[in-house]
């Protein structure tokens, strides 16, 4: 459910634009074949593929699995934390449009559709954007508790706390809509709330549901309402699982948490949680009850249920100190070797590099503006992690090339930037100024 939160309006195009144009990256525009290979399958290309062989290579590296790794030793953090859900991490990254958004009740104009923002094999298949992508399927199997950790995909910009793939955990729980279910949730908040009695944390709660946060209109206030405080109960006392160590050491010192009320087109009532950690509040995860309708559609009825969805480099970064959000995929001893599964260590940095800094001035086509997503795909996939960030400099995209192991040479980023134009005019059609 995090996720949604960063599924955000498309951004203004670098150069000249028409209104409402979005460029896509076609298969013949980009040179791919008419069949690409991904997992050991073979897919047809159409006029929507966009996944770019850069993205496609961090598929089978799943990092949630890799022992010793931060975002695995933070996945086991979480799933000790729930030890009677059943625990999944192998579901495909490769889902149809309807799965990632139809059966989530997403509208169809949502932004996160476009391939400006999602990536495309062709138009019946797509990379995850969320793991809420596998709820109806996980729903429709029986789980009633259960952890979903994987990879999902995003287009988006380039800088020090975004990456085009990263790792969240899904967490749902169901109740029977009926007098026994509302027991055994009752049962479970008092069984929560007693245990959070006796810890040090201040929570600032709002309404469990409200006119603008309101109950959906198939469900039982009543059934709604122990359902939310169910949700927040559990999850503040995650907050204390995961913060608790470090933010809330002393009488003096408690953990904070906040709720704060949100939208989601797949919750209702939504909430968002922010935690106070090193003088500043940080958004953390979103969460809420689950809409009927994707319980209806995974056959489970007579069910009501929360969920929620957090992202493991977040709060990685957090815990750890890690400033920069390609060093998860750093292969260089000196970052790995600083970690040991189970525990959450601070990052020593092993090396600043200096910045070699380049500007590409260009004008798109009139008819065919060149979204920003499209130019750091193409950044991404000539350069790889040796790009920092992408600045925009009186609206000229400033392209930032620092490496993270090693000193780069002028003559080695002259290279590199010499592809990036190439290919900007041979596969965007831009004229370079």
Known sequence: MLCTARILPSRLPLRPCVSGAR?????????????????GGRY?????????????NKLSLRLHTQPAHPLSTLRALIEAHYPDFAHLSSLSPLVTP????????????????????SYYVNKDLMLRTHTSAHEVEVFRKGETKWLLTADVYRRDEIDGSHYPVFH?????????????GMKE??????????????ENIVIEDVP????????QPTHDPRHSELVAKNLKLSLNTLMLKLFGGVAGSSAQNPLKVRWIEAYFPFTSPSFEVEVFFQGKWLEILGCGVVRQATLDTAGVSNKIGWAFGLGLERIAMILYGIPDIRLFWSMDPRFLSQFEQGKITTFRPY???????????????????????????????????????????????RINYRSMDRS?????????????????KDQMGVEIR
């Open 351 to 397: 090396s600043k590099y200096p910045s070699c800094f380049k500007d590409v001035s260009f004008w798109s086509p009139k008819d065919k503006p060149l979204h920003e997503n499209d130019f750091c795909d193409l950044v991404r996939d000539v350069a790889g992690d040796i790009v920092e960030d992408v600045q925009k400099a009186s609206n000229i995209p």
């Open 23 to 39: 460029r896509r990256i076609s298969g013949a525009s980009s040179g791919l074949p008419e069949h690409i290979e991904i997992l």
């Open 44 to 56: 047809p290309t159409d006029a929507i593929t966009n996944v770019t062989p850069a993205i496609l």
């Open 208 to 215: 469990h549901i409200s006119p603008t946060n309101p109950v």
């Open 408 to 424: 780069l040479s002028n003559e080695e980023v002259n290279g590199i930037q010499a592809q990036v134009v190439s290919r900007l």
């Open 168 to 180: 969240q955990v899904e967490g749902a729980r169901v109740f029977s809509a009926d007098a026994a």
């Open 185 to 198: 949730c009752q049962e479970s908040n008092a069984d929560l709330a007693q245990k959070l009695a006796t």
């Open 98 to 117: 309807y799965k990632n958004f139809d059966e989530l009740s997403f509208p169809k104009d949502h932004p996160g559709r476009a391939v400006t923002d």
